[in-house]
């Protein structure tokens, strides 16, 4: 999110085959089809078949015992903690309403122009997903109470929010104004969740009048009027417009979504060129991820083609081994150079959210493993490391030398990252498992249990990964069944990995960064074990050699480097996105290293704990995963004083 009032914040095709006696080859094609006939009004728009995989609803997984399901507890005491009243006030006098309740704070605040977001937006996609993801009733009955309470503040020509209709004045003239579309977003989105994920038939209905009011607003201005009005934040509204549209078959929604195409965006990723360079980053992926929904909807292949291109272009060379990406909120060089990016402003947590959402989408499209290994290593490292034990969130996931991390106040802040963490940690089980028609794909070692009704067949994850390098898989199965299970191999995976079938070990194996295929005839009560051996590797700062990341299979280390100096005030705070004043920088953890491949330089100390120890030019330093440090001051990049000094 861009701030409007801090001036500090400013692949892809098919997966390997393996041919072996129980491993059948997997190919992977799909014809374009041509877009379909605009369906009628109050008729759902069917997806296009351009998913070649397909993710299953949130209800068909349920989480087993491990950190995801008690970081997703943490979230859900917190969610559970904000009264439903000071959520509604600033909505209440907006309307007209009375209201006695304590105005929120920070973000929230009846003063700030982005208020609404979180209390309006968020909170409700929150609810709608952590009743979907764990049946969480009590969590549901409070959005259904939200949605109740801002329905009666609607206006009768379907304007919602907390602010006036003329902040959009102010936008549509040229003013100054803190980015009201990014704020109608959230809210339209949060309805729409809480009507498709948690059955609220009031909420779809605030949402058609939002959307018809979006789309008679829009209707007065001219498209170069519309590439002014695009230079201020937007969010996703193309993204839920398309939604809109997928649910009711409005045409109008449509229509609206795509007065968003932002050409000087769109135009250059379509045609392959990166020019990202200057630009606010969060600002930037929602649009594409609504430009991925328009795909899916229509089949026009510009849209996938920009959407993958900026998938492949930002993933790949624009963000830290964490798999985060910014700098102060901006992409402030070009492609493949990140030198001197490292600060306590990197990595802004709404950006790896939605680098992981607009994951999902490309993944769908082409099947690729290799997209989960981004999506597990930034899932690891730059999601879980984010939340507190009381539920608070990071905006920036600082990558400094020295620094710590830095949260939200309880009722104080609601930055951004505070509500798309508060989604996050409450949809853990969404992209375990994927399918086509018969097959079925297991991309993330996550206890787990899937029950595809569709195929009778219930499939128990039980690992302790990443603290053990194996899983295991139990099938249930109603009557035996013949079908291919694709398990994900890790680029990351050390030697000696292999696979049993109800306890033999199979004679061939899959390639790094591919998928091993199991082609066979199931029976009730089969069981896979995998082994998953992980390994030390290092991931240089692009564009910089000299500063190297070490990981342990997906899991980014850092240096632990103690308490001394480290405050409440460095650590928790309200309006502001950062500590004030701002600790001094320390200098980076120096090694010396043969080279930038080189491991000999880090020493597993118990593997079962994720302990580790670097040797340093300053002696032995205890080392853990980075989303396991709290409370005290860390280092990610390591100095290699060897490359520093043949580079210079």
């Known amino acids: 999110m861009q701030h409007g009032e801090d001036p500090r914040r400013k692949f892809l095709k098919g997966a390997a085959a393996l041919a072996a006696a129980a491993i059948a080859p997997r190919t992977r094609a799909f014809d374009l089809a041509e877009p379909a006939k605009a369906a009628t009004s109050k008729q759902a728009v069917p997806d296009q078949p351009v998913r070649c995989v397909q993710p299953f609803a949130l209800d068909q997984v349920r989480l087993l015992d491990s950190e995801f399901t008690r970081a997703a507890a943490i979230n859900r005491r917190y969610l559970q903690s904000l009264p439903i009243d ?10 007209g309403l009375p209201s006695h309740a304590a105005p929120l704070g920070g973000w929230e605040k009846p003063d700030c122009e982005l208020r609404g977001h979180f209390t309006g937006g968020h909170y409700l996609s929150a609810c709608a997903l952590a009743y979907a993801s764990d049946g969480d009733e009590a969590l549901k009955a409070r959005g259904d109470e939200l949605v109740a309470a801002l329905a009666k503040c609607q206006r009768p020509n379907g304007y919602l929010s907390a602010f006036p209709e003329s902040f959009f004045d102010r936008l549509g ?11 109608i977003h ?7 969740d809480m009507y498709r994920l948690a059955g609220n038939q009031q909420a779809l209905q605030v949402a058609i009048g939002m959307g018809n009011w979006v789309a008679r607003w829009l209707n007065g201005f001219s498209d170069a009027q519309m590439a002014s009005i695009m230079k201020t934040e937007f969010g996703g509204i193309n993204d839920s417009m398309y939604e809109l549209y997928a649910i009711t078959g409005n045409e109008s929604y449509r229509d609206a979504a795509h007065r968003f195409d932002q050409s000087s965006l769109f135009d250059p990723l379509a045609s392959y060129r990166d020019e990202l360079q200057g630009l606010h980053a969060n600002t930037q992926v929602p649009k594409i991820i609504g430009a991925a929904r328009r795909y899916e909807l229509t089949g026009e292949p510009r849209y996938r083609r920009l959407a993958e291109f900026f998938w492949e272009t930002v993933t790949q060379h624009r963000t830290y081994a964490t798999g985060g990406s910014s700098n102060d909120e901006f992409w402030h060089t070009a492609p493949g150079d990140l030198k001197g990016q490292l600060g306590l402003y990197t990595a802004e947590s709404c950006v790896a959210y939605n680098l992981l959402k607009l994951t999902r989408h490309v993944y769908t499209w082409n099947g690729d493993p ?3 290994d981004y999506y597990e290593r930034t899932l690891y490292n730059a999601r879980l490391g984010t939340q507190d034990a009381d539920g608070m969130k990071l905006y920036f996931y600082p990558l400094r030398s020295g620094a710590t991390k830095f949260y939200n106040s309880p009722t104080d802040s ?5 509500g798309t963490g508060a989604e996050e940690f409450a949809r853990f089980n969404g992209n375990i498992y994927f399918h086509d028609d018969n097959d079925l794909y297991v991309n993330l070692f996550v206890p787990s249990e899937l029950n595809w009704t569709q195929q009778k067949l219930t499939l128990r994850q039980e690992t302790r990964f990443p603290r053990e390098p194996r899983t295991q898989l139990a099938l249930k199965l109603a009557q035996p ?7 994900r191999i890790p680029s990351w995976i050390g030697p000696d990995a292999k696979v049993r079938v109800n306890g033999q070990i199979l004679d061939a194996f899959a390639s790094p960064g591919s998928y091993l295929s199991l082609q066979r005839e199931w029976h009730d009560g089969d069981r896979i074990e995998l ?14 050699d000299s500063q190297v990341a070490m990981l342990y299979g997906p ?3 850092g240096a632990r480097l103690g308490t001394q100096g480290v405050t409440h005030a460095m650590q928790y705070g309200g309006y502001g996105t950062g500590p004030e004043p701002e600790p001094p920088a320390q200098p980076p953890v120096r090694i010396a290293a043969a080279s930038a491949q080189s491991t000999d330089w880090m020493r597993v100390v118990a593997a079962d704990e994720l302990r580790f120890e670097a040797s340093t030019r300053n002696g032995a330093v205890a080392v853990a995963p980075l989303k396991d440090i709290y409370g005290e001051r860390y280092a990610v990049y390591w100095q290699n004083e060897s490359e520093a000094s043949s580079s210079g």
Do not use: E, N
């Open 370 to 372: 290799r997209a989960f």
């Open 555 to 557: 899991l980014v280390l």
């Open 186 to 192: 959230k809210i339209h989105a949060g309805m729409l």
């Open 173 to 183: 003239s040229g003013q100054k104004v803190w980015a009201p579309f990014y704020t």
């Open 531 to 544: 082994d998953l051996p992980l390994r030390l590797h290092t991931m240089t700062l692009p564009g910089d």
């Open 481 to 487: 069944k013949h079908f291919a299970l694709h398990l």
């Open 414 to 418: 609601f930055w951004c990252c505070t």
């Open 86 to 95: 000071r959520l509604a006030h600033t909505f209440r006098l907006q309307a």
